[in-house]
């Protein structure tokens, strides 16, 4: 079975730094996606970053990019000039199958990311 | 605001007690699907829907009972719940094959007593 891993339970930043989390995935497949999530105290989540495992360029969004090493099942996300409102905790999740038109996103422990003023 | 609300935001129920979670989506989706996410754990598949006919039941024990009766609406049937059932469960919906992205309500936080 699929499993996706992040190692750091808390992290912490200066605002206006840059900041890197970790996250690890263990799959036979060779084409999926990966995803980033973000979930705010009023923790409605949403979509932050996705990468298809097929592309070899990393994904990017404004101050948000990922560094994608498929042989290594490495898909960590950088947040760069970091706000205030990145507080939240990140969760990386791994798209495992589809099932009659859904999907089934297998997601790490989570990152709680904290900003400094 | 991503189009999926969830109602009780907070619930507390006795081990005997009978609630329902609800789920709307205005996005006209076409798969739902309730997650349960307990502190420090990841999050867990419970129950997906497509098209109105659930396709996946991840081995959750049977005092949770599911309920899809359109594409917009998904129920979570509470019954006889032990104090470990007490997380926030989230509930989602998507219909993209090729993004891949799931659209999440705010959760219902549950505390059994």
Same mark, same amino acid.
């Given at each position: 079975a699929q499993t996706v891993t992040q190692s750091q339970p808390e992290m912490s930043v200066q605002e206006a730094e840059t900041v890197t989390l970790s996250c690890t995935y263990d799959t036979s497949e060779s084409d999926y996606y990966l995803f980033w999530y973000k979930q705010p105290p009023s923790r409605q989540m949403i979509l932050v970053i996705r990468q298809e495992a097929y592309k070899q360029q990393n994904a990017t969004e404004n101050r948000f990019s990922v560094n994608f090493q498929k042989a290594a099942k490495s898909f960590s996300l950088k947040i760069s000039?970091?706000?205030?409102?990145?507080?939240a905790m990140y969760f990386c999740a791994y798209r495992s199958e589809w099932i009659q038109g859904a999907q089934k996103l297998v997601f790490g422990q989570g990152t709680r990311l904290t900003i400094n003023p | 605001e991503t189009g999926v609300t969830q109602t009780p935001r907070h619930l507390v129920m006795g081990m005997t007690n009978k609630k329902s979670l609800k789920c709307e989506q205005h @996005?006209?989706?076409?798969a739902m699907y309730w997650y349960k996410q307990s502190a420090k754990k990841p999050l867990e598949l419970m129950f997906v829907y497509s098209l109105e006919e659930?396709?996946?039941?991840?081995?959750?024990?049977?005092?949770f009972s599911p309920e899809c009766p359109n594409s917009s609406h998904l129920f979570l049937h509470l019954h006889t @719940?032990?104090?470990?059932?007490?997380a926030l469960y989230l509930c989602a919906s998507s219909q993209d094959r090729n993004t891949g992205e799931l659209f999440f309500g705010e959760g219902s936080r549950l505390t059994v007593l």
């Open positions: 000039d970091s706000q205030l409102g990145d507080a | @996005l006209g989706h076409n659930r396709v996946e039941n991840n081995s959750v024990p049977s005092r @719940l032990q104090p470990e059932d007490s």
